[in-house]
């Protein structure tokens, strides 16, 4: 029985959702990365980013390969680097029309004294 696509987009999401993930991919977007540049960028314990970056490896958004004694990650494409980017105009727009309501109260709270 196959998964419907909403089911499968809302499991993408899900993975997605862990701060060091995103931390990882944004790192990513400027291009290969060892995992000691990566842990010195995050700070999170080995255990913990090793964690996270096997799931994001089992998940095929992110590609590993050994180099002697170090495992180099990449983005496995370039659409997650457009879907991050898409997140940040997103955020910027929901965070701008915050910024508006906040002054429009503030201005009827004023307006009220």
Excluded: C
């Excluded at 898409?86 to 009827?108: F, H």
């Amino acid at each position: 029985m196959s998964v419907p696509l909403y089911q499968a987009k809302a499991e993408f999401f899900r993975m997605l959702g862990h701060p060091v993930r995103i931390r990882v991919l944004e790192l990513l977007q400027d291009g290969p990365m060892p995992v000691r540049q990566l842990r010195a960028a995050i700070e999170v314990e080995p255990p913990s980013l090793s964690q996270q970056l096997a799931v994001l490896r089992r998940s095929g958004i992110v590609s590993s390969q050994r180099e002697g004694s170090t495992v180099v990650y990449a983005l496995a494409g370039g659409d997650v680097a457009d879907l991050l980017q898409a997140a940040r105009r997103i955020l910027t727009e929901m965070l701008a029309g915050q910024n508006e309501l906040l002054a429009e109260l503030r201005d009827a709270e004023v307006s009220a004294r």
